[in-house]
């Protein structure tokens, strides 16, 4: 086995999860991700948990058959939830063998699908969880890479020290967990403001996400004015979006659009009233992702950009007394900071053209 997949099940186990002896370990993963299944199976072994494995999440193949098969009512499936209740840990692992598994799945069978599956996202946040990603061949396809070239690129953002990673990060969050407002201007395409007060700015630094590489936090829900067109593509229940531009009212999303697969982003933003608005504001820091890459895990994360998610708000992000923006989706889109752009805290620019204040270079 290559030893970067056994130092990445490591890094897993030791920095992500905290795994204990006795803890009770799920793995959702696709079979192409195998060997570091097998890894984790190994460390787990050795530390004394229980694991089992599942591809309830990435099992993509099974999904599409199982809703086109299905008409749009769905009930939480009490079963799957009794699993997730009794597990201490949660490991999701990204891999497949076709990216596109779901894009004939109707969207709005989708959307009330995972509206079903709320409660078991809810009940997963609340374990120790940790998303990672294995590279596999299909993902190597997309992001536009060979297999050996996406390999490195996956193994250099993971196996990497997180503690100078975090240290790095920490100078941004000392910058924004007091703000009161943030101001995100791009060209002439995207100029909006919303409120941060008494949300607190989390470091990931390859804990839940991994890899890790942002900092972020919640926006107040009813603060988002002024309009943003995302200008990197994502791809969303097997489709890709382009340029997606909202504009905000109140918070709210008053106006969409898109260049390709409008109907994808109009029916993420139809699922509830939460989905309408911002749940996430995020600055990726991570300069060991240095292309794009179709794969928002790594994708949010590189250096020059930012991102922001349309509807739920992560609970850690949220101020004691704050509202909390709840939808059954989150969803991420990128905006490229790296030319004609700044990010102004209360007033002060603290980002230019994807330098910040802290680092060499820095124009004010």
Known sequence: MDPRIREHAEIIANHSVDLEEG???IIDAHPVAEDLVVAL?????????NPITTSQRTGKRQQRAYLRASDEEFETPDHELALVENTDVYIAIRATDNMTQTSDVDPETQAAHQQAHRPILEERLSKRWCLTQYPAPANAQL?????????????????????????????????????????IVSGDTTDVTMSVEGNP???????????????FTAPQ???????????????????????????FEGGEVVDHSAAKNEDVLTEVLNTDDGARRLGELGI???RDIDQFTYNMLFDEKMGDTVHM?????YDDTVGEGNEANDSAVHVDMIVDMSDDSFIEVDGEVVQRNGTFRFEDGFDA
Do not use: C
Request: charged share 30%.
């Open 143 to 183: 992001a536009e890479m060979s297999t050996e070239g996406y390999e490195r690129f996956v193994w250099d953002a993971v196996n990497k020290d997180w503690d100078a990673q975090r240290e790095h990060q920490e100078n941004m969050v000392e910058i924004m967990d007091p703000a009161e407002e943030v101001r």
């Open 309 to 313: 998610a349309v509807g739920r708000a």
């Open 221 to 247: 829900p009813d603060s988002v004015e002024g309009e943003v067109l995302f200008d990197m593509p994502l791809y969303h229940q097997g489709r890709e979006i382009t340029d997606v531009y909202l504009e």
């Open 284 to 286: 990726g820091m991570n």
């Open 41 to 49: 199976h190994e460390v787990i072994g050795d530390r004394g948990a």
């Open 23 to 25: 803890d009770n370990v």
């Open 201 to 215: 700015t989390l470091n990931d630094h390859g804990e839940h996400n991994l890899p890790g590489g942002e900092v």
